[in-house]
């Protein structure tokens, strides 16, 4: 289970995020053993800089893709703030790099792999549920 991080003042637009030392291993492999959230993942890691979730081109409903974002931060594997009325993600790497050294690339390594294998189709079949 995810430790509970601190929660936002009411009517706050600041986004609850674990500290890194609330992180765990199992919470960040559960965020990322979904196909759409490796796929936000390895598009932010790409990038190495902020997106916006608008410039996420994800094969679900506005509710679940904001559900998978909600995962990805709950886990500390991503950061989400506003900018004016755009909510930007970046990559924890550093965090996530600290505290679990080297898991970060091998997963990233192992997706662009497994990508390739299966001629870039990410998500398959997938619906989005969990």
Same mark, same amino acid.
């Given at each position: 289970?995810?430790?509970?991080?601190?929660?936002?003042?009411?009517?706050?637009?600041?986004?609850?995020?674990?500290?890194?030392?609330? =992180? &765990?291993?199992?919470?960040?492999?559960? #965020?990322?053993?979904?196909? @759409? $959230?490796?796929?936000?993942?390895?598009? !932010?890691?790409?990038?190495?800089?902020?997106?916006?979730?608008?410039?996420?081109?994800?094969?679900?409903?506005?509710?679940?893709?904001?559900?998978?974002?909600?995962?990805?931060?709950?886990?500390?594997? =991503? &950061?989400?703030?506003?900018?004016?009325? #755009?909510?930007?993600?970046? @990559? $924890?790497?550093?965090?996530?790099?600290? !505290?679990?050294?080297?898991?970060?690339?091998?997963?990233?390594?192992?997706?662009?792999?497994?990508?390739?294998?299966?001629?870039?189709?990410?998500?398959?079949?997938?619906?989005?549920?969990?």
């Amino acid at each position: 289970m995810i430790a509970t991080a601190p929660v936002a003042a009411a009517g706050s637009r600041d986004l609850p995020h674990p500290a890194p030392e609330e =992180i &765990r291993l199992e919470g960040v492999l559960h #965020a990322l053993s979904d196909p @759409l $959230r490796l796929q936000i993942v390895r598009e !932010l890691a790409a990038d190495a800089d902020e997106l916006s979730c608008s410039q996420f081109e994800l094969p679900v409903s506005k509710s679940t893709t904001t559900h998978h974002f909600r995962v990805l931060r709950e886990a500390g594997v =991503i &950061r989400q703030i506003y900018r004016g009325t #755009a909510k930007m993600n970046g @990559l $924890r790497r550093d965090d996530l790099d600290d !505290l679990f050294p080297g898991l970060l690339d091998s997963l990233l390594d192992a997706a662009a792999r497994q990508a390739a294998r299966h001629g870039g189709a990410e998500t398959p079949g997938h619906d989005g549920g969990e």
